[in-house]
């Protein structure tokens, strides 16, 4: 090596040396970030694949179960008018039991009255009428009806009454001739007539 007034010149191979070492320290300190990143990537992996696992569960059925429905029925006892000629201006009652067969309570409505098969001059001119009563002895032809109809016009109606499950009642029926139904109309007779009572559930 030459010095120049004691300052110490580098040979060029010393200078080579001088410029690999920096790019040596580079590339190791770049290979041990890149080691380091490695493992952080792996431990963050690990703990993502960690969060993905079920949760414990159970479950369980019931055992096996049966439910019906319920029914809205009713029953009315059969109509027996008593054998008493009927004549323009009288009234014959009879009674019926109307009773709440079903599982609800039923509002009873007048739906419809059915004519005689073979109707006459005297079916034509009846009126009947119905009315609910406290017992089958107080039915009886004084009763004012709370409606009433003839075959030829009875639009449904509403009697009056509601049956709780199991209760019965009593309706009576009223059969009128009108005081000017025809003359014609006598000596006639008017046979298997029928009322039509419905309960809905109230």
């Known amino acids: 090596m030459k010095t120049t007034r004691g300052r110490h010149t580098a040979s060029p191979a010393e200078r080579r040396r001088h410029r690999a070492a920096p790019t040596l320290r580079l590339r190791a300190r770049a290979l041990v970030l890149a080691a380091a990143s490695t493992l952080l990537a792996v431990v963050l992996a690990t703990t993502a694949a960690g969060g993905t696992y079920a949760l414990l569960n159970s479950s369980a059925a019931t055992s096996s179960a049966t439910i019906a429905s319920g029914t809205a029925t009713m029953t009315v006892s059969a109509l027996a008018l008593p054998a008493v000629p009927l004549y323009p201006g009288l009234v014959i ?3 019926v039991t109307v009773t709440n067969t079903g599982d609800v309570p039923l509002a009873v409505t007048r739906s419809s009255l059915l004519a005689p098969a073979v109707t006459s ?16 002895a107080a039915c009886t032809s004084a009763v004012i009806p709370s409606t009433s109809g003839t075959f030829a016009s009875a639009p449904s109606t509403a009697v009056g009454l509601t049956l709780a499950k199991a209760q019965s009642r009593t309706v009576c029926v009223l059969i009128a001739l009108p005081a000017g139904a025809p003359s014609v109309s006598q000596s006639s007779s008017a046979a298997n007539f029928s009322v039509v009572l419905i309960g809905v559930q109230a």
Not at 121 to 126: A, E, G, K, P, R
Not at 129 to 134: C, F, I, K
Request: aromatic share 0%.
């Open 93 to 95: 009652a009879a009674p």
């Open 121 to 136: 001059t005297l079916s034509d001119s009846l009126t009947i009428g119905l009315a609910v009563v406290d017992s089958s």
